[in-house]
């Protein structure tokens, strides 16, 4: 019993000496492309469970201030880090498992300029826990599980000017959360499940760009207080009715509901404008924007066009009316369109095209006239009214296929693109002319094609795009690998060939101490514990010996002592 007192003592000093010796990550100055830089410093496999308070942090060279994480799993954020190293001004946690940001976390991340906690597993975030960051500039929360956001959180980071908080599963903001951002320019709230937001959010922010795509908005009251709006994105949600605020310069609302668009300030200075995919019938009211140089009105049942309908848009360069259900396009309706670069009229129901409503878009660059059943166009006067077009869409509709050969034939003489967009997917096994399908007789049928979207991009005609962009792109692919396969050929060479005491040995040797260490307590607790069986394993053997060999003696005497009666008794 007194050796087992004695080790079980043993036993919890070793433990507490295990215990207090705190782990010290140091860190790798690698930067994320195998280069070497002092001012940078990467932390391995950092581990920090509920309580963080047995971490701490050191770096061979003074002053690191770019940080990042690899093969780490943080619960919360070590505020180890914000005092050991003061001047640290962009740090990563991106994908790290963090779950919880503390209260007094940042106290003393006073030069903190750039956090990103994205790919993270916050669920929530609490009043005035970014207090101590006084000059961030970025905070990045996309991509975690936040549900909940409090009207002070954002309280305490006055300098902030951008903030992301896409991808999570925000329902409801308060409507005081942004209010002391005076600075916030860019904000992302894209893909997250809001359903209302209040009339003044943005009312004391200078916002320039805000995106709410992809939530579940029925409204949105653009009301731009400084007028510094540039971008507003609300594509993908439940609107149904929008009201045009004078200054944005260019507005998302494609994939709505909307049946109805409001006009009512007199001078607008939106340049471009997405009414795609939604409920349209009527889109008259559009025609008050004088300032537009896009205007995608695509996928809406709008079955015709005033006449009036693009009469001040005199800078309209890029015009989307695909799947507008259109039977005809009157004269005059491009008559003031002398800017119009861009047309797509495909996927309507035209019969017959008169290229000469066009007459006035002499700089007509790229031209649809897909899908719409037409057999004939009059092709000829192509060049001569459009000498800068560089790609006609032909695809689907009603060609004879003799027919299309001369089309074809005639557009690859002017240096004219007719070939059809990849995302057509096309089969060839129906007749065609350089996989536009045509009727080689009378009775022939076409296949069917479902119309697909054209988006305007503003890059290079989509021939220049196939062949040299491609090429061009490949060539950059060949390059990055080759440069990435170096830059980590380099890496490991350097690592490999540096002696003990470069920062990654360095590193590693910590780590491996502290761990060498616990194995070796380890060890001795188990050594002891062996000894102490062994011993009392060994007492009690003893013992049992003695005692058996007690009785054998006593047998002995006994058996004897009957053996010499007997004995006795039979002498
Ligand atoms: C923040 O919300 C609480 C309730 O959640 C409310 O009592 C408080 O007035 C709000 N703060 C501000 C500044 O509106
Ligand atoms: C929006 O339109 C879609 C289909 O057009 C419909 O399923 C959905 O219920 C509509 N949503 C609202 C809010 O009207
Ligand atoms: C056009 O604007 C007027 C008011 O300016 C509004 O009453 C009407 O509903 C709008 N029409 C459409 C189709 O947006
Ligand atoms: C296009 O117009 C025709 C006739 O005007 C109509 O039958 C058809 O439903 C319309 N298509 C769509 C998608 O609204
Ligand atoms: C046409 O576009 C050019 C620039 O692309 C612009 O300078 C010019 O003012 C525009 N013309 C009209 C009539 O708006
Ligand atoms: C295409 O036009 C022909 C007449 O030129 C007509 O018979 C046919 O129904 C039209 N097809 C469609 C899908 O509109
Ligand atoms: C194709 O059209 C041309 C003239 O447009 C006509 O002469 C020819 O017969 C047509 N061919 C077929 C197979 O319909
Ligand atoms: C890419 O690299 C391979 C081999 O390194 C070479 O054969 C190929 O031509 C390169 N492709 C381009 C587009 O440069």
């Given at each position: 019993m007194y050796h087992l007192r004695i080790s079980a003592i043993l036993v919890v000093i070793i433990y507490l000496t295990g215990v207090t010796e705190a782990v010290i990550y140091q860190c790798d100055h690698y930067n994320p492309d195998g280069e070497y830089t002092v001012r940078h410093c990467t932390l391995h496999g950092v581990t920090v469970v509920h309580d963080a308070a047995d971490i701490d942090f050191s770096s061979e060279y003074p002053r690191p201030y770019w940080f990042d994480f690899q093969h780490s799993q943080m619960d919360e954020i070590p505020r180890a880090l914000f005092t050991t190293f003061p001047e640290m001004q962009t740090i990563d946690f991106r994908e790290t498992g963090i779950e919880n940001i503390n209260k007094f976390t940042f106290e003393n991340a006073k030069q903190l300029r750039h956090l990103f906690l994205r790919l993270n597993k916050l669920t929530s975030l609490n009043n005035f826990i970014f207090k101590g960051c006084d000059r961030l500039e970025w905070l990045d929360l996309s991509h975690n599980q936040l549900q909940e956001v409090r009207n002070k959180t954002f309280h305490d980071i006055r300098t902030l000017t951008r903030l992301d908080l896409n991808?999570?599963?925000?329902?409801v903001l308060p409507e005081e959360v942004f209010w002391e951002l005076p600075e916030l320019a860019h904000l992302s709230l894209n893909d997250n499940q809001l359903v209302v937001l209040d009339r003044e959010t943005f009312f004391h922010s200078r916002i320039v760009s805000l995106n709410l795509n992809?939530?579940?908005?029925?409204?949105?009251?653009?009301?731009d207080r400084f007028q510094s709006w540039q971008r507003v994105h609300l594509r993908g949600n439940q609107l149904t009715s929008v009201e045009i605020p004078p200054v944005p310069v260019e507005i998302d609302v494609s994939h709505n509901n909307l049946t109805t668009i409001l006009v009512s300030y007199s001078n607008i200075l939106v340049e471009s404008l997405d009414l795609s995919h939604n409920l349209f019938a009527d889109i008259s009211n559009v025609s008050a924007l004088n300032f537009l140089h896009t205007l995608d009105v695509s996928f809406n049942a709008l079955q015709s066009l005033p006449l009036t309908t693009f009469l001040k848009m005199k800078q309209l360069a890029r015009l989307n009316l695909e799947a507008t259900n259109l039977t005809t396009l009157v004269h005059g309706l491009f008559s003031q369109q002398s800017n119009l670069t861009w047309l797509d009229v495909s996927?309507?129901?035209?019969?017959?095209?008169?290229?000469?409503?066009?007459?006035?878009?002499?700089?007509?660059?790229h031209l649809h006239i897909d899908g719409n059943n037409l057999t004939s166009v009059g092709y000829e006067r192509l060049p001569a009214m459009f000498p800068s077009l560089t790609y006609l869409g032909l695809f689907a509709?009603?060609?004879n296929c003799s027919y299309l050969v001369d089309l074809v034939h005639f557009c690859r003489q002017h240096s004219i693109n007719v070939a059809?967009?990849?995302?057509?997917?096309?089969?060839?096994?129906?007749?065609?002319?350089q996989g536009i399908y045509c009727k080689s007789s009378q009775s022939s049928v076409l296949p069917v094609v479902t119309p697909i979207e054209h988006p305007i991009d503003t890059?290079?005609?989509?021939a220049e795009l196939s062949i040299d962009r491609l090429l061009e792109m490949m060539q950059e692919m060949n390059k990055t690998t080759e440069q990435l396969v170096q830059e980590m050929m380099r890496a490991l060479h350097q690592r490999a060939t540096s002696a003990v005491g470069t920062p990654v040995v360095t590193a590693s040797c910590t780590a491996l101490h502290a761990y060498n260490y616990q194995v070796f307590i380890l060890l001795i607790l188990f050594a002891i514990l062996i000894l102490n069986v062994g011993f009392l394993l060994w007492v009690h053997h003893n013992a049992n010996v003695r005692r058996a060999v007690d009785r054998m003696i006593l047998f002995r005497r006994e058996q004897g002592a009957s053996i010499q009666t007997a004995l006795h008794e039979d002498l």
């Open positions: 991808h999570n599963r925000l329902t992809f939530n579940r908005l029925r409204e949105a009251h653009m009301v996927f309507n129901r035209l019969q017959t095209i008169d290229l000469t409503v066009l007459t006035a878009a002499a700089k007509l660059e509709n009603a060609w059809p967009q990849k995302s057509y997917g096309t089969t060839l096994d129906a007749s065609n002319v890059a290079p005609p989509s």
